[in-house]
């Protein structure tokens, strides 16, 4: 990628991917003699906002809706929804139940790089050794190279809004 981008028939770059990645393609792309513009998708989180009627209304078809999208693709897709926000009480409840029971039966799958895995596992490794994260659900384990394992964690929002460590 680094090639492509500081060869100077290249006039703009766009990328999809991960933050270092596209850091270092910015970087080069800002060092050329002529800079060029890099238009970066990177490690999106994508929140999903629970309204507390959507929740009362249909909160389990929710939880299990968001495990779907949450582990197509192994995590991989750019539409990953990474962070759910929604008000604390007991539809919520019943949507992190829901969403629990599909995390605990989504089978492992194949990650598209080692590295890739390797920045999964130390981040749910982070999020398994906060304080202010609760584990509420795990799949089950893989037996090949890459595989992942899908997550489910909690936590309260003044906790993530103050641990950058929860926001990576």
């Known amino acids: 990628g680094q090639g492509l981008v500081s060869d100077a028939r290249i006039k703009a770059v766009g990328f999809t991917g991960s933050r270092s990645g596209g850091t270092a393609l910015m970087k080069t792309a800002q060092a050329r003699p002529e800079p060029i513009p890099v238009y970066a998708e990177m490690s999106s989180i994508n929140p999903v906002f629970l309204l507390p009627e959507a ?77 202010k994260a609760r584990e509420v659900a795990r799949g089950p384990q893989g037996d090949g190279p890459n595989q992942c394992q899908a997550g489910l964690f909690v936590a309260k929002a003044s906790d993530f809004l103050n641990d950058e460590a929860l926001q990576a």
Do not use: W
């Open 55 to 131: 929740l009362k209304a249909r909160g389990k078809a929710l939880g299990e809706a968001f495990v779907g999208s949450l582990t197509m693709g192994a995590g991989q897709f750019c539409t990953n929804p990474g962070l759910v926000i929604a008000v604390k009480g007991e539809a919520l409840d019943g949507f992190v139940e829901a969403a629990a029971e599909a995390v605990k039966g989504a089978g492992a799958q194949t990650m598209l790089t080692p590295g890739i895995h390797d920045a999964y596992t130390q981040g749910v490794n982070t999020l398994g050794g906060s304080d």
